[in-house]
């Protein structure tokens, strides 16, 4: 049973691109949630998807977008990048609220 | 809004001691879970417990154990017999147990890295 898959490993961006992280939930799990977590800091809510749908969202610029897929997969999309966004992106999948499980995370770095 | 606050950045313990890991929270809430994950320099964020609020029961899993102080807001995690594995750094979390309102959003404190010497 594979756990949480998220893509790519590592991105290199520079300032002003946009960018796609994408992210495969744990077999059974129908919700996603992403998360910022900057050097040495801990994980900040961005959003969370279920039904395809944008549930909730945390404290973050509309340059920041998501998409669910019928299948559950998700893609986070942040547009005109800043210094500021280079952070470890991580996925979280779960059952409805339910625990939710990570994925090893998306390293983004802007330069 | 919630909030979790650990205030050691950095503990350090000898292999087979036990050390002991601290975390505040504020909520206004009366249920919730509480949980500490572990971050290794892997970057896999791994469930090592949870507390459900309602339970006075500490949490026990193997070698670690929380100590649950509702009254206080405190949370801090035990770990007997460390081992060199344990290294990485630990984040104490807060989520509501309403889940019609929360939707299972966690949220973190700002993490303490463990290091183990052996």
């Known amino acids: 049973d594979a756990g949480v898959t998220q893509s790519p490993t590592h991105l290199i961006k520079t300032r002003g691109q946009q960018v796609t992280l994408r992210c495969s939930p744990k077999?059974?799990?129908?919700?996603v949630s992403w998360y910022q977590q900057a050097l040495g800091q801990g994980p900040q809510f961005i959003f969370q998807?279920?039904?395809?749908?944008?549930?909730q969202r945390g404290n973050f610029p509309d340059r920041f977008s998501g998409h669910q897929f019928p299948n559950y997969s998700s893609e986070l999309n942040v547009n005109a990048l800043l210094l500021g966004d280079s952070a470890l992106y991580l996925c979280?999948?779960?059952?409805?609220?339910?625990?939710?499980?990570f994925g090893p995370g998306t390293r983004l770095t802007v330069l | 809004a919630q909030t979790v606050t650990q205030s050691q950045p950095e503990m350090s313990v000898q292999e087979a001691e036990t050390v002991t890991l601290s975390c505040t929270y504020d909520?206004?809430?009366?249920?919730?879970?509480l949980f500490w994950y572990k971050q290794p320099p892997s970057r896999q964020m791994i469930l090592v417990i949870r507390?459900?609020?309602?339970?006075?029961q500490n949490a026990t899993e193997n070698r670690f154990s929380v100590n649950f102080q509702k009254a206080a807001k405190s949370f801090s995690l035990k770990i007997s017999d460390s081992q060199l594995g344990d290294a990485a750094m630990y984040f104490c979390?807060?989520?509501?147990?309403?889940?019609?309102?929360?939707?299972?959003?966690?949220?973190f404190g700002q993490g303490t890295i463990l290091t183990v010497h052996p």
């Open positions: 979280a999948s779960s059952l409805g609220a339910w625990f939710q499980f």
């Open positions: 077999s059974g799990h129908d919700t």
């Open positions: 998807y279920y039904e395809e749908e944008e549930r």
């Open positions: 909520t206004s809430e009366s249920d919730y879970y």
């Open positions: 507390q459900e609020a309602y339970k006075q």
């Open positions: 979390a807060y989520r509501n147990s309403d889940v019609g309102t929360s939707y299972g959003k966690l949220t």
